[in-house]
């Protein structure tokens, strides 16, 4: 049974650039959120996605955006790279008709912006 | 503001000691407490976690010990090894709000042979 899966696993860019990071839930799982780990922080939440549709956000701005599919994989776009999106950024997934259960973490996208 | 805060930053245990971290929460409302091991380069994974409607769970090692009065909860790590040398996330989450987690900052540990 396949965890929850991340790629790239690593990526460079420069500022200015835009960039796409993909995820795949874990079986079973239906409902996806992203979070961003600057080094040396806690995950922050960006937002949720379920149904195809984003549900919840945290305070990220709008140059974050997202998708989800039918097979409830999911993306994370973010445009205008500046240098402080430099972090890890990790998908959870989860099962909502489970109430208040915990979320399975990907290993996550190490993204640098030059 | 920071909903859940976390201490201490760092702590160096040595082997098959106690190690305990601790949190604090501001939102009454939360009702799921996990804790996440991260190693480098690896996603958090689940440790073990913890409703308010107990006082105490304890699963092998690992034991959190939640104060509902004083919106504190923490990890106590018994008989602690050089394996579990990671870094340590509490969290909280609000059921009716779909499952958002709010992180504390995480501790470093590091168990000394």
């Known amino acids: 049974d396949a965890g929850v899966t991340q790629s790239p696993t690593h990526l460079i860019k420069t500022r200015g650039q835009q960039v796409t990071l993909r995820c795949s839930p874990k079986?079973?799982?239906?409902?996806v959120s992203w979070y961003q780990q600057a080094l040396g922080q806690g995950p922050q939440f960006i937002f949720q996605y379920y149904e195809e549709e984003e549900r919840q956000r945290g305070n990220f701005p709008d140059r974050f955006s997202g998708h989800q599919f039918p097979n409830y994989s999911s993306e994370l776009n973010v445009n205008a790279l500046l240098l402080g999106d430099s972090a890890l950024y990790l998908c959870a997934s989860s099962f909502s008709r489970a109430g208040n259960q915990p979320q399975h973490f990907g290993d996550g996208t190490r993204l640098s912006i030059l | 503001q920071q909903q859940v805060k976390q201490s201490p930053q760092s702590l160096i245990v040595q082997k098959g000691g106690i190690s305990i971290i601790n949190c604090a929460y501001e939102?009454?409302?939360?009702?799921?407490f996990p804790w996440y091991q991260q190693f480098p380069g690896k996603g958090p994974a689940l440790l073990i976690a913890?409703?308010?409607?107990?006082s105490e769970k304890k699963e092998g090692r690992f034991t959190i010990s939640f104060n509902k009065s004083a919106k504190q909860f923490s990890l106590h790590i018994m008989d602690s090894q050089p394996g579990d040398s990671a870094t340590y996330f509490c969290?909280?989450?609000?059921?009716?709000?779909?499952?958002?987690?709010?992180f504390g900052s995480g501790t470093k540990l590091n168990v000394k042979p």
């Open positions: 079986s079973g799982h239906d409902t």
């Open positions: 969290a909280a989450s609000l059921s009716d709000n779909f499952n958002k987690f709010y």
């Open positions: 913890i409703r308010p409607d107990v």
């Open positions: 939102n009454t409302a939360f009702d799921y």
